[in-house]
């Protein structure tokens, strides 16, 4: 059983930047892939990026592919979305997530957070 407790949302400007953060409870972080996902009002929940266990293979989405930066620190098992020249677009909910797989579809992710709301103003 994983945990799954994202922070960093908030409203900035377009152009702006900001990190987001998800923190995991248990021993076994590391034997999860971690992706980030995200949902705006009226659509379906969308893959933004993904990290393999170690670290060491990271994809993005084309949409953000040059933007937006995705690390973990399996020490503490942490992993971050580090997301540069905001735009509008980029509003929406965003969601970590855990999969024992290296996916980019959300229906092998096992477990998720909350959710934390990034808004991009114009």
């Known amino acids: 059983q994983v945990q799954l407790v994202e922070s960093g949302g908030g409203l900035v400007q377009a152009g702006g930047s900001l990190r987001l953060s998800c923190a995991a409870s248990?021993?076994?972080?590391?034997?999860?892939?971690m992706g980030w996902f995200r949902q705006a009002p009226d659509k379906e929940r969308e893959f933004v990026s993904v990290?393999?266990?170690?670290?060491?293979?990271?994809y993005y989405a084309n949409s953000v592919k040059g933007r937006f930066t995705i690390s973990r620190d399996n020490a503490k098992n942490t992993v971050s979305l580090q997301m540069n020249s905001l735009k509008p677009e980029d509003t929406a909910v965003y969601y970590c997530?855990?999969?024992?797989?290296?996916?980019?579809?959300?229906?092998?992710?096992?477990?998720w957070g909350q959710g934390t709301q990034v808004t991009v103003s114009s």
């Open positions: 990290i393999s266990r170690s670290g060491g293979i990271t």
């Open positions: 248990g021993r076994t972080f590391s034997s999860y892939t």
């Open positions: 997530a855990a999969s024992s797989r290296y996916s980019i579809n959300a229906y092998e992710y096992d477990y």
